[in-house]
């Protein structure tokens, strides 16, 4: 592994980062405490990037792509209802910027298709999707593509989940290639940045939660099913009776309570007592339904006043900013390579 991977509180105003999302549906709290935390305080400590990857949606999607515009305009909403500022961080649409586009072919020579097929966020992916024995071109060339997103704005600091980290690695090895043959240093190479919070499960404590498996808490989840789904959470099918002793391993509420609840000792002396009984499931997801409520409550609040209109405003400034920064690169890549004409 050559993927120097450090925690958020290694950025320093010298870094750039940049981080996305494939637009596939609105956001929920996974991505609440994996990720959408770790960028509102990030635009504080130094110049953030943040882009919404439809060209990379399109290739699941390829099929419907309305969907994939109207989910830019949710994950958008999503960003912004939670604190990602404008003003602090340039938000983008991937498809507006065929400069990146441009650098992704150039950086397709620079690895070969084993390479590729031997990535194991890749091979992970590709058990879930449906296309079995027929990977599309654009599938596979998915690690090319984000190497192009990150290196087009000189990214050194990319924040991602675990199982993304192979992907950083093949970013970096085409960026050395890059370098190397060319005898340059216009592309940089970048660190992942681990958030500290693990993946949250789903409610129904089986896998990671996901809108697709419908096992997760939208950000935008109205008040009726917020509640549904935390009573219908999984805790220990053998507690039955309040006095009965609990199990706290593997059991969902907790696992959201040491998420979200923010006296971690008060936390600890409930699971001592729920593990010699005495605590009943209907109070403790009671006691989770508040504390969601009150985190999800402003969120929805300021969704319901973000208008398209201004999701758009956002979204076409950001992008003509970041495209700015991307047809540099891109101009000092085609020197580079010496495809300059007169
Ligand atoms: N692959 C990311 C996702 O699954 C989206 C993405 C595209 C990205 N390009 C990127 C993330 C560059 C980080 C850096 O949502």
């Not at 120097?4 to 509180?9: D, E, F, L, S, Y």
């Not at 400590?45 to 109207?70: G, M, R, T, Y």
């Not at 060319?182 to 592309?187: F, R, S």
């Not at 504390?291 to 006043?305: A, H, M, V």
Request: net charge negative; hydrophobic share 35%.
């Amino acid at each position: 592994m050559d993927v120097k991977n450090t925690g958020i509180n290694s950025v320093t105003n010298a870094d750039i980062v940049l981080t996305g999302d494939r637009p596939s549906g609105c956001l929920h709290l996974g991505h609440y405490v994996g990720s959408l935390q770790n960028r509102v305080f990030l635009q504080d400590k130094c110049k953030c990037f943040l882009l919404i990857a439809d060209v990379q949606a399109l290739s699941a999607n390829f099929d419907h792509p309305e969907q994939v515009k109207q989910n830019v305009v949710e994950v958008c909403k999503d960003y912004l209802s939670v604190g990602i500022d404008p003003n602090k961080t340039t938000i983008f649409i991937q498809s507006m910027i065929p400069e990146l586009t441009e650098l992704t072919v150039y950086a397709m020579n620079l690895i070969s298709v084993a390479r590729l097929e031997r990535n194991p966020t890749v091979k992970v992916e590709l058990q879930t999707k449906s296309f079995a024995d027929n990977i599309t071109s654009g599938f596979l060339n998915h690690p090319v593509s984000q190497m192009a997103d990150i290196t087009a704005f000189k990214a050194t600091a990319v924040p991602v989940g675990e199982d993304q980290l192979p992907l950083l690695e093949v970013s970096n090895e085409i960026v050395r290639r890059f370098n190397n043959i060319y005898k340059t240093d216009v592309l940089k190479e970048c660190r992942g940045i681990l958030s500290n919070v693990t993946r949250l499960v789903g409610i129904d404590g089986k896998a990671k939660a996901s809108k697709s498996l419908g096992n997760a808490i939208m950000l935008c989840e109205e008040p009726s099913s917020l509640k549904e789904k935390i009573f219908s959470m999984y805790t220990d099918p053998k507690h039955i009776k309040v006095s009965d002793p609990g199990c706290v391993k593997g059991n969902v509420v907790f696992t959201y309570l040491d998420a979200f609840w923010n006296d971690e000792e008060e936390i600890e002396e409930l699971k001592t007592q729920y593990e010699k009984g005495g605590v009943g499931d209907i109070a403790l997801k009671s006691m989770l339904h508040k504390c969601l409520s009150n985190i999800l409550e402003p969120i929805r609040e300021k969704r319901s006043r973000i208008s398209e209109k201004y999701v758009y405003e956002v979204l076409l400034d950001g992008t003509e900013s970041a495209r700015k920064v991307a047809s540099e690169t891109l101009r000092q890549v085609k020197d580079a390579l010496g495809l300059t004409y007169p």
